[in-house]
């Protein structure tokens, strides 16, 4: 089977793993956390497609097992260590079993240090966006299991590296795609982790990034969605920035959606609101977190921007772009937030009026300075907080869904609805939930006439 990147490691990779599995191998990734983290595991399983695997939908039936961890909260690492005890069993039964851990979890040497004590079968762990070095660590674990070695390999360290192109990715759906930007961040907001895990920022050369939204777009994906840890600061060494970048590839010849995420209020300049209000092709959606509306909160968060500001970007948004659906991230109970503070995050939903948010109470993330702040506030003023938070937030999103009853909208077809097997689903360019009636191909658009709206969904019929 020939490689997609014909190195010697992969040569050699290719060759150890048939050796030491035979010809009829198999793969599993497991996928924790968020976009990024499920671009990088289409990147892990491009890879080990590569030397020959065949993905399984069981890690029972894998003879690599890949586990592409999160750490953006607490939850997440346990639950994936939880899931990687499991895997002790499948390698009692399967001695041939290789197992890797990587992603933002183990680009903490607590975290890599407590699988090398804890979790003796696992054979490596690399960091964030490790596929391009993965054939070298398959084919190292082969060579160290068959020399009887008890040596495994432990990396994962957030150190900036030069950005490899051409690792093989294998996409998980047809019609919609990841397409990865930009590598870490520079931002260090005092509850975040992303940047000790992911390291500092690096942007893709603009012309790789234009060549595979080519070939994306030439192999049928109707709807592509640039990544990055803060995709409106791309382009730092490149000359061309995330205006720029969009625009060329909204020119690509083809029927498809060019969507981002995610952003941050600070970089979204005038530029990039002038690119998605002169091209059609970029998706009608803006995801703008805002995280809190109290300016003493923000500067404690290190956001870098006021609340005058952020509503300034907002609206001139709104004002290139009348029909944008805008989304935010909110986080209710910051240390030091006070009666006042959470008041003047609602009055910031009032007057935001967004189309949906993603709200989270806060948890302290080792690591960053949030965690060791004074005045933690106690659970249950968080929890009374963040239902006050969803219950004003969920008035708006009706309202707002409810102003596209009657009218037309263009959709992406996502086949069967998960709710109602007599329904079809799609998404707006907006990203707004469609439940349809018809027979729209899946990952094709139709034209539907909303008929109904609910809080998070509309409801729908195929237009005349």
Same mark, same amino acid.
Not at 60 to 79: F, G, P, S
Not at 141 to 165: K, L, M, T, Y
Not at 290 to 312: F, H
Not at 430 to 455: S, Y
């Given at each position: ?195 000790? =895990?992911?390291? %500092?920022? $690096?942007?893709?050369? @603009? +012309?790789?990034? !234009? ?8 192999? /049928? ?91 300034? =970007?907002?609206? %001139?948004? $709104?004002?290139?772009? @009348? +029909?944008?659906? !805008? ?8 240390? /030091? ?101 018809? +027979? ?25």
């Amino acid at each position: 089977m020939p490689l997609i990147n014909n190195t010697a490691a992969e040569t050699a990779a290719y060759a150890a793993a048939e050796r030491f599995h035979g010809a009829d191998r198999r793969f599993y990734v497991r996928t924790f956390g968020c976009q990024q983290n499920e671009a990088d595991s289409e990147s892990l399983a491009g890879v080990a497609r590569s030397l020959g695997y065949a993905k399984t939908e069981s890690p029972h039936e894998a003879d690599l097992i890949l586990v592409n961890t999160c750490a953006v909260r607490e939850h997440a690492e346990l639950k994936a260590l939880s899931v990687i005890g499991q895997y002790k069993h499948d390698r009692e039964r399967n001695d041939r079993l290789i197992i890797g851990v990587g992603g933002c979890m183990t680009a903490q040497a607590s975290r890599r240090d407590q699988i090398k004590r804890s979790y003796p079968y696992v054979d490596f762990t690399f960091g964030a966006a490790g596929a391009a070095g993965l054939a070298a660590m398959i084919r190292d674990a082969i060579i160290r299991r068959e020399a009887g070695e008890g040596r495994r390999d432990f990396r994962g360290d957030p150190v900036p590296e030069p950005i490899v192109e051409g690792v093989p990715v294998e996409r998980s759906c047809s019609y919609k795609a990841w397409l990865t930007i930009m590598y870490g961040c520079d931002n260090f907001c005092s509850y975040c982790i992303v940047p000790h =895990v992911r390291g %500092r920022e $690096r942007s893709r050369e @603009p +012309d790789a990034i !234009v060549g595979e939204a080519r070939s994306l777009v030439e192999s /049928g994906v109707k709807d592509i969605t640039l990544l990055g840890q803060n995709v409106n600061s791309y382009g730092t060494g490149t000359g061309v920035d995330i205006a720029e970048l969009m625009t060329r590839i909204a020119r690509l010849e083809g029927d498809f959606r060019l969507r981002f995420m995610t952003s941050h209020p600070k970089d979204a300049s005038d530029r990039l609101i002038e690119a998605i209000a002169e091209n059609e092709k970029i998706a009608r959606h803006f995801h703008l977190p805002l995280q809190s509306g109290s300016d003493r909160i923000l500067a404690k968060m290190n956001r870098k921007y006021g609340i005058d500001r952020y509503l300034g =970007v907002l609206e %001139r948004l $709104r004002r290139a772009v @009348p +029909d944008i659906a !805008v989304t935010s991230d909110i986080i209710v109970g910051f240390p /030091g937030e006070t009666d006042e503070d959470f008041e003047d995050t609602l009055k910031a939903l009032r007057s935001a009026r967004y189309d949906m948010i993603y709200s989270f109470i806060f948890s302290p993330r080792a690591g960053t300075p949030a965690a060791s702040m004074p005045d933690q506030v106690p659970d249950e003023v968080k929890n009374e907080r963040f239902s006050r938070l969803l219950e004003l937030q969920n008035r708006i999103s009706l309202e707002k869904n409810e102003e596209y009853v009657g009218s037309r909208v263009r959709i992406l077809c996502e086949g069967q609805s998960k709710t109602d097997p007599a329904m079809l689903s799609g998404r707006t360019g907006g990203n707004k939930i469609v439940h349809f009636t018809g +027979d729209a191909p899946e990952g094709e658009f139709a034209d539907v006439i909303i008929t109904r709206a609910d809080t998070f969904t509309l409801y729908g019929e195929p237009a005349k």
